[in-house]
């Protein structure tokens, strides 16, 4: 009797542990690991770089996109500040990243360059002592993470901001 009355309580902890918001949401932490084993990048390398890509797709889109974005894969604007202040960026622009997005605009032929907008990326990720032609890297496995953690809609917001 007492064993399954402690069954029953741990199963209505658990049940109300997932359901409460936020649980069943993205991990960044889930993402910094996969750029970390994917790339044989440093922590501060995945989660500048990360951040990087997030504060590109926040200045490019609306407030309400970005809102969908964020709700669905929260940690976002920790990533963005993380790397604002990784990059020695001070400055209160957009998302805070604005400023140190410029520099580098990667070579010809580069990933980076193929991307368009996001070659503007390059200066950021040479500061954070990463090959610019990782840029594009981080993107597709931010997409592919943004779609399997926040769902097709957000993957495509931020597909749609960063290409």
């Known amino acids: 009797m007492k064993a399954t009355i402690v069954k029953l309580i741990l199963i209505a902890g658990l049940v109300w542990h997932i359901s409460m ?28 770089g990360a951040g990087a890509v997030f504060g ?34 001070g400055s209160s622009g957009k998302s805070g990243v604005s400023s140190m997005l410029g520099g580098l605009a990667g070579s010809k032929g580069s990933a980076a360059s193929s991307l368009g907008g996001l070659s503007s990326l390059a200066g950021t990720f040479s500061k ?18 943004s779609e399997s953690e926040g769902g097709q809609e957000v993957m495509n917001l931020l597909k749609n901001a960063l290409l």
């Open 21 to 48: 918001p936020g649980n069943a949401s993205a991990d960044m932490s889930q993402l910094i690991s996969m750029l970390m084993n994917n790339f044989n990048v440093s922590n501060d390398q995945a989660t500048g």
């Open 128 to 145: 954070l002592g990463l090959d610019p032609d990782m840029v594009g890297k981080y993107v597709d496995t931010i997409l592919q993470f």
């Open 56 to 89: 590109a797709a926040k200045d490019k889109m609306n407030p309400q996109e970005f809102s969908k974005v964020s709700n669905a894969l929260p940690g976002i604007d920790d990533l963005i500040g993380a790397a604002s202040k990784m990059a020695g960026s």
